[in-house]
């Protein structure tokens, strides 16, 4: 799973910290997300989504072979 | 804040009164030499359980064992967790063997695995969906509107 949040967060000229609080979790968290070692909950993914204004699909993008049904 | 303080406070509380019943029990039963030993181990531990929890770290064990965690902390928890516990369940099921071999009591060990086996598998009836009904196209046709 990929994601744009770095690039977003940069947009917006969030810290990690900033957009850590602004999503109610840990700084460390943010730190895994945007590195793709960590994949949020739906509610989590909802709150980024929401944060950025964007549908989620824009934030995540799943890889090919994750989707595939 | 009250609030916060508590869950703060919990795990090294709970570390504690869990290890002063141990080393009562040592104590009583045994000496209270080695009972005074494992009062000051469980001192240690507490103080660093109340250290590390009350400290401003950013890290995830201080988030942890602070009660302040978020979703991703959780899931460390719980992984940390289920290694200490597939650990412990090890440790026991050796102890067993070498206290059989040695000819020595060995039921406290048994009863470890025996306990942990049944609360796992109670754990997949408890957490897991059993004997989950296929929904018919007929119930589902009328739900939808």
């Not at chain 1, 940069?10 to 810290?15: A, D, F, Q, R, Y």
């Not at chain 1, 968290?29 to 824009?58: C, H, K, N, Q, W």
């Not at chain 2, 469980?42 to 602070?66: H, L, M, R």
Request: charged letters at 20%; glycine letters at 6%; aromatic letters at 8%.
């Amino acid at each position: 799973m990929k994601n744009v949040l770095r690039e977003l967060r940069s947009e917006l000229g969030l810290s990690q910290a900033d957009l850590a609080s602004k999503l109610c979790v840990s700084r460390q968290t943010v730190i895994s997300l945007e590195s793709g070692r960590y994949l949020p909950s739906l509610p989590l993914a909802f709150r980024i989504a929401r944060l950025f204004s964007l549908p989620i699909e824009a934030v995540f993008q799943p890889d090919e072979a994750e989707v595939r049904v | 804040m009250n609030r916060i303080s508590h869950r703060r406070l919990r795990t090294p509380v709970f570390a504690l009164v869990f290890g002063s019943v141990i080393s009562t029990a040592i104590g009583i039963g045994q000496s209270w030499i080695g009972a005074a030993i494992t009062y000051a181990v469980t001192a240690v531990v507490a103080g660093i359980f109340y250290v590390v929890g009350w400290s401003e770290s950013e890290s995830d064990a201080s988030a942890v064992i602070g009660g302040r965690a978020d979703e991703r902390q959780k899931l460390v928890r719980l992984r940390a967790a289920q290694a200490a516990l597939v650990t412990a369940v090890i440790a026991a099921g050796i102890a067993c063997l070498i206290s059989a071999i040695v000819k020595a009591a060995f039921w406290p060990y048994e009863v470890i695995v025996d306990v942990v086996v049944v609360v796992y598998l109670i754990g997949l009836r408890v957490y897991g969906v059993s004997f989950p009904a296929e929904e018919s196209q007929e119930s589902s046709d009328e739900q939808s509107p």
